[in-house]
């Protein structure tokens, strides 16, 4: 996830007759560390009655929405599988629990999403696009595979055929292809409008009371969600020891300097 904290900002959306008098807030990522957020989340979004929603959106100049894990934390030559275990399980047990959040989730998704940004995005209830972008889970294209739960969860919304397909060949969709697939539920033209659509539409969810949709919610999501948490830690071997091996290895550094702007040794 891409600064030093995240930036919570209220906005006041309209709320319905006789509902709370703040129901959503906005979390605009710059550069944040994945335990700060689920802690935000859990802590100042969940166990806080007044909020009943939030907005995923990005605070970077550029249009993107989220570049998705650090690469960094991938390459075996600059880690380790201590490490790598420390990252992987606490940024997959907190997009499984985004995922069964009982609040109102929606991501505003400005511009480029791959990877581990798509993945979150499919975590929240509603996706809003701008027309200009790409959205996909392409890990394949940098040398590694999808993980298990994250191709999982792109086959509930998508279908299995669709997502393997998608997911086998690093394939990213511009936003009006992901939206004729479901994959994002709605675009907007420009990046200034898509603040505007994103609190639009959580006017529009909110208008319901929160009961009955937390229980649906629960019923649809709980069972893949805790299966989800529960299994990061079984994934570190077998993951650690892709990372490892020689071909993914020239892969990522052949990422890792094509993304630094330096001349890349391997042949990728």
């Not at 710059?30 to 989340?41: A, E, F, K, R, W």
């Not at 249009?63 to 399980?89: C, H």
């Not at 040398?143 to 086959?155: D, E, K, Q």
């Not at 690093?170 to 409008?193: F, I, N, R, T, Y």
Request: proline share 6%; charged share 20%.
């Amino acid at each position: 996830m891409q600064g030093t904290q995240p930036c919570i900002e209220s906005h006041s959306l309209q709320p319905h007759k006789g509902a709370r008098t703040r129901v959503a807030l906005t979390l605009v990522i710059y550069h944040s560390p994945l335990p700060l957020v689920d802690q935000t989340i859990e802590q100042d979004l969940e166990d806080n009655q007044a909020v009943r929603g939030v907005i995923f959106a990005s605070g970077l100049k550029r249009e993107v929405f989220t570049a998705g894990n650090d690469i960094k934390e991938l390459y075996a030559p600059q880690t380790s599988m201590s490490r790598y275990r420390d990252f992987w399980v606490t940024s997959n047990v907190f997009l499984a629990r985004l995922y069964r959040s009982p609040l109102v989730t929606l991501a505003a998704i400005k511009g480029a999403c791959p990877a581990g940004g798509c993945c979150l995005s499919l975590c929240c209830d509603v996706r809003i696009m701008t027309e200009q972008g790409h959205i996909g889970l392409n890990e394949v294209a940098i040398g590694i595979s999808v993980p298990l739960y994250w191709g999982r969860l792109m086959a509930s919304i998508v279908g299995a055929k669709s997502a393997e397909h998608l997911c086998k060949f690093a394939v990213l969709l511009q936003p009006k292809e992901a939206a004729a697939v479901g994959l994002v539920d709605k675009l907007v033209p420009s990046s200034e409008q898509l603040l505007p659509a994103a609190e639009a539409a959580m006017a529009e969810l909110l208008k319901q009371p929160d009961s009955g949709r937390m229980i649906v919610k629960s019923r649809f999501r709980d069972e893949f969600s805790h299966e989800w948490e529960a299994y990061p830690e079984q994934e570190v071997p077998g993951a650690w020891a892709m990372l490892e091996a020689p071909p993914t290895v020239e892969a990522l550094e052949a990422t890792l300097q094509r993304l630094s702007g330096k001349k890349a040794k391997s042949k990728l």
